[in-house]
């Protein structure tokens, strides 16, 4: 199976264009033969979307873009999108919205995964907009255990800061869930020394999950941020694999970030990068006996070979702690 990262540069409040972006971007994940497609954070209306959050109408505009891209979808295809949701439960003090995401599949919402960690520092104002999301989810796809996490989700890392950030730590959560992949949708500004930044925080998520990581990061200038893209790809040790190419519009590259997974009883997840200047496609085996052999797994029931992978998304489920 293979999973596709959309490295995009979308447009801050063109809904209808950023819609059309990820039209494209999942079309050219499905004649790669890709089955899951992942968006960067807020893909859908663009990173930061600040006060149009606040218009009265914005959110109703954004949830019908969604659904017509839902629909749009090619057949066999799912999409995990960087999106607004709005807060069902709201009480008096919340925020009335979450920074969050969604798997879609067949013009459905099978799951929604909500941000934990809202940064409102230097460039930063989440909290002014969003309720924090009170757990960390994952879903089930293709025999896979995958754990979502966004953006600065994956920055609370004590053993690289020497001391916690914020009360919560999403991926402590997350690694008590038996993962096979962690994905991390991300709109994450470049300064320098920031994509080495980056690298440290998913290899030390790699080895704490004991679960290969993906992180796809958007690119392009909105007002006084510019985004470097620089996606990349972990083994469960905490190897680094690979990383796209930083700057440009990646919204057709030559090939995606994808995931394979193969052998019946076992799965030996791969990671694939695109071309690049520096050379052509490689593939890297994250499973036993690769490039970064990950720990030994008990057989989950019904996982298959690769083509059953392909064509099967399992139910899904919410049972991680959080």
């Known amino acids: 199976m293979r999973i596709a990262l959309a490295q995009l540069n979308p447009t801050i409040g063109d809904l209808a264009g950023n819609r059309e972006a990820i039209a494209r971007a999942a079309q050219e994940a499905a004649a790669a033969g890709a089955t899951l497609l992942v968006t960067p ?4 209306c663009g990173y930061p979307p600040r006060d149009l959050l606040l218009e009265p109408g914005f959110l109703r505009r954004l949830e019908a873009n969604q659904a017509q891209l839902a629909r749009e979808l090619p057949p066999g295809l799912s999409l995990l999108l960087g999106t ?6 709201q009480v008096r003090g919340q925020r009335p919205l979450f920074n969050g995401a969604v798997l879609l599949q067949e013009g459905q919402v099978l799951q929604a995964f909500r941000k934990r ?5 230097d460039v930063f104002d989440e909290d002014r907009y969003f309720q924090p999301g009170d757990r960390s989810d994952w879903f089930e796809w293709g025999g896979l255990r995958c754990g979502v996490s966004i953006c600065e989700d994956l920055w609370n890392d004590e053993g690289i800061w020497g001391q916690r950030h914020y009360a919560e730590d999403p991926i402590a959560d997350l690694a008590q869930a038996d993962l096979d992949l962690l994905i991390n949708l991300s ?12 690298e440290r925080l998913v290899q030390r998520a790699a080895i704490r999950c004991g679960a290969a990581v993906l992180y796809v990061n958007q690119v392009g200038g909105n007002d006084d941020l510019i985004f470097d893209g620089s996606s990349l790809a972990c083994a469960a040790d905490g190897a680094l694999l690979d990383r796209a190419a930083g700057g440009g519009d990646r919204r057709r590259p030559r090939g995606p970030l994808a995931t394979a997974g193969a052998g019946p009883g076992r799965l030996r997840p791969q990671v694939r990068l695109p071309a690049t200047a520096a050379g052509p496609e490689r593939w890297h085996r994250l499973g036993p006996g690769g490039d970064a052999g990950r720990r030994r797994r008990r057989p989950r ?4 070979s690769a083509d059953a992978l392909a064509l099967q998304l399992r139910p899904l489920r919410q049972r991680c702690p959080g």
Do not use: H, I, M
């Not at 954070?41 to 859908?44: G, I, N, S």
């Not at 607004?84 to 439960?89: E, F, G, S, T």
């Open 41 to 44: 954070e807020l893909a859908l």
């Open 84 to 89: 607004v949701l709005a807060n069902p439960d």
């Open 117 to 121: 960690l809202l940064p409102t520092y």
């Open 187 to 198: 709109a994450s500004p470049y300064w320098l020394g920031k994509p080495a930044q980056r």
């Open 301 to 304: 029931a019904g996982a298959g």
